[in-house]
């Protein structure tokens, strides 16, 4: 047996093929004559010195050699995709693609983007809102916005502010509810996108912080955090409210924080990229950016009693 592959073009017919289960449809994709993309095929065959193919009447189907090379032949090309697609993007620095999960690209991103466009005109920037597990490569993204607590084995990572939560309502509804007592009977919103977090940080937590034993259950549920702080904003009810979601509806008064003590439910929102891309001019400037929009609102942060929601835990 020999390590020596066939001929590339050889392959590409191959697979092509192999994806169709038909000669004309594959050589309809490669651009090229049914008899040309056959003679690619026997000449693939000729190299294994085995059939790759059988051929029916009006159909092909793969041999057991066939059906043992087709799953690699496509992973390499898609691998092969891949590398050329990242290799371009290293001589693209006027082009930024990022993907962020929606709520922080609703609430956080998209309202301050007017700022960092301002700042960098010669840079496009393209969103990709999105919780689904990213590839650079692959998937032709330069930065990712992404929370939680995991570890980021691999890239390049900057930890972003910590996150906390706290009650936030309209001013109106602050007037109707003075006291932390109170709220055991204002309308409660519930944001259930952050209760996969352990230690939880929901109302029974933060009441139990306050010193005051009350498990509400009972209000509107919402699987998405920006939905949750959007009710809140209508008026709906008060809502533990997300550092990076509530702070620029805090800062601008739409919202207002009567009683600063803050949950720390000890993940946090990271900036990531591939390993080495950060030294490239478009994806410095973002983070550069994106940190100093956090720094802007420290104030905020500063002014909380923050204490960790692993402390308030029911034994």
């Known amino acids: 047996m020999s390590d020596r592959l066939p001929p590339l073009t050889a392959l590409r ?53 066939g059906k043992a090379l087709a799953p690699g032949v496509q992973d390499g090309f898609q691998t092969l995709a891949a590398a050329w697609r990242s290799a371009e993007r290293t001589q693209d620095n006027h082009t930024l693609t990022v993907t962020a999960g929606p709520a922080f690209t609703s609430k956080w991103l998209a309202p301050l983007l007017y700022e960092f466009a301002h700042r960098h005109p010669e840079i496009e920037l393209r969103f990709s809102a999105s919780l689904k597990l990213m590839d650079f490569g692959r998937d032709a993204i330069d930065v990712a916005i992404r929370f939680g607590r995991t570890t980021d084995e691999g890239l390049y990572s900057v930890p972003l502010a910590q996150e906390w939560v706290c009650p936030v309502m309209t001013p109106a509804m602050a007037e109707r509810f003075p006291t932390p007592q109170s709220l055991t009977t204002a309308p409660l919103i519930f944001d259930d996108s952050i209760n996969y ?23 509107p549920r919402f699987s998405q955090a920006d939905h949750a702080v959007d009710a809140a904003l209508a008026g709906v009810g008060v809502v533990l409210g997300r550092r990076a979601l509530v702070v620029k509806d805090l800062n601008d008064g739409r919202l207002v924080a009567p009683f600063p003590v803050a949950l720390d439910t000890g993940a946090r929102f990271r900036f990531l990229c591939a390993s080495g891309a950060e030294t ?24 909380m009693t923050r204490v960790p929601a692993s402390d308030y835990q029911r034994p």
């Open 13 to 65: 017919a191959f697979d092509a093929a192999a994806r169709h289960m038909s000669f004309a449809k594959a050589a309809e994709e490669l651009h090229v004559t049914p008899a040309a993309l056959s003679f690619q095929i026997k000449s693939l065959e000729q190299h294994l010195g085995a059939p790759v193919f059988r051929r029916l009447n009006r159909a092909v189907e793969l041999t057991d050699a």
């Open 197 to 219: 977090l352990n230690p939880r940080s929901d109302w029974e937590t933060w009441f139990r912080a306050m010193g005051i034993e009350h498990a509400p259950t009972h209000g």
């Open 280 to 303: 490239r001019p478009h994806i410095a400037a973002f983070r550069d950016w994106i940190i100093s929009e956090i720094e802007k609102n420290a104030h905020i942060t500063n002014a």
